[in-house]
């Protein structure tokens, strides 16, 4: 193991000791589910990674810090980055766990809304041939 495998495990493990599961698990189906839905939101194969990685990281409270601007009189929230390439791997990881499930999901959601759109057609349709010609639906 190199340095940033260890960086990314360490990352991975402050996430497991501080958010629940579900909480974990539905920001990475939930990520996994957008990219599959809008691809053009990601530039890269790299950036969907270390994007993934960072919404599921903010579930972790050592992630967060906070300061005080005296200028603007209120507090500041900041999210801690790992290395570039420690970020990277912890999407990777967080991809290789949840994104079958999200590639499922994203496939049943797209799915039902294809079906949804279908039986508005049909109706539509139907409606069509029982209104007399001219009316306004």
């Given at each position: 193991m190199n340095r940033w495998d260890v960086?990314?495990?360490?990352?991975?493990?402050?996430?497991?000791?501080?958010?629940?599961a579900d909480a974990a698990w539905m920001a990475a189906v939930g990520m996994v589910m957008l990219r599959e839905a809008e691809p053009s939101r990601f530039a890269t194969e790299r950036s969907f990674r270390v994007q993934l990685g960072r919404r599921v990281r903010q579930l972790a409270l050592t992630n967060r810090g906070s300061f005080w601007n005296a200028a603007e009189g209120r507090t500041h929230r900041v999210y801690r980055d790992p290395s570039p390439r420690a970020a990277v791997l912890v999407g990777d990881l967080l991809l290789n766990v949840f994104g079958v499930a999200g590639i499922y999901m994203a496939k049943q959601e797209r799915a039902e809304a294809d079906a949804k759109a279908a039986e508005r057609t049909a109706f539509y349709e139907a409606l069509n041939e029982v209104a007399p010609e001219g009316a306004a639906l």
């Open positions: 960086e990314a495990a360490a990352e991975i493990v402050k996430v497991a000791d501080q958010a629940t």
